[in-house]
T-cell receptor, first 110, second 114 residues
Framework: LAKTTQPISMDSYEGQEVNITCSHN???????ITWYQQFPSQGPRFIIQ???TKVTNEVASLFIPADRKSSTLSLPRVSLSDTAVYYC???????????FGAGTRLFVKA | DSGVTQTPKHLITATGQRVTLRCSPR?????VYWYQQSLDQGLQFLIH???????AKGNILERFSAQQFPDLHSELNLSSLELGDSALYFC?????????????FGPGTRLTVL
């Protein structure tokens, strides 16, 4: 299973764009990259998922370079309510285990 | 609301005791996952069931066991409880078995072992 590495924490201000990078050097051909968001005392919530290049939804964008050894979650114009822990997860199509890393604690300040 | 329900919401018990946590997946989901999250820690995958069958085990202690019933609800049994078992226990469900299937998490059960 691919192991992921993310920054432990990040600070930002309201209205700024936040980019959180995840390293997954031993990602395999069939692996997908998924990001989850977790607020205190709540279960994680799916944000976005991708395989290569760029994926965008109403919440975020996910950038994956050609070698797929890293990925970047981009949150446009963050607000205080985006303060949460963000997990990068690499999961492959044939597998059943989902390994969440330690996550990145994002703190958005006014 | 994810559609996943967990009961009880809170549980306080003593060391050495046994408890059962219950999870009902979203309608139509066949997979159930259990996770443990200790204070300020990441999510630790415990076990995955699909349509009643165990599919994968993570860092689940021998004192812990789980099962998924024909109606697809799942129970996590924790026995001989220790102080270190105090944590949030999350259940998640997904439609299929693949790791890339979106998982929908329940609100969690907060277990306190005194």
């Amino acid at each position: 299973l691919a192991k992921t590495t993310q920054p432990i924490s990040m600070d930002s201000y309201e209205g700024q764009e936040v980019n959180i990078t995840c390293s997954h050097n031993n990602i395999a051909t069939n692996d997908y990259i998924t990001w989850y968001q977790q607020f205190p005392s709540q279960g994680p919530r799916f944000i976005i998922q991708g395989y290569k290049t760029k994926v965008t939804n109403e919440v975020a964008s996910l950038f994956i370079p050609a070698d797929r050894k890293s990925s970047t979650l981009s949150l446009p114009r963050v607000s205080l309510s985006d303060t949460a822990v963000y997990y990068c997860l690499v999961a492959y199509t044939g597998g059943f285990k989902t390994i969440f890393g330690a996550g990145t604690r994002l703190f958005v300040k006014a | 609301d994810s559609g996943v329900t967990q009961t009880p919401k809170h549980l306080i018990t003593a060391t050495g005791q046994r408890v059962t946590l219950r999870c009902s997946p979203r309608s139509g989901d066949l997979s159930v996952y259990w996770y443990q999250q200790s204070l300020d820690q990441g999510l630790q995958f415990l076990i995955h069931y699909y349509n009643g069958e165990e599919r994968a085990k993570g860092n689940i202690l021998e004192r812990f066991s789980a099962q998924q019933f024909p109606d697809l609800h799942s129970e996590l049994n924790l026995s001989s409880l220790e102080l270190g078992d105090s944590a949030l226990y999350f259940c998640a469900s997904s439609l299929g078995t693949s790791g890339y299937n979106e998982q929908f998490f329940g609100p969690g059960t907060r277990l306190t072992v005194l």
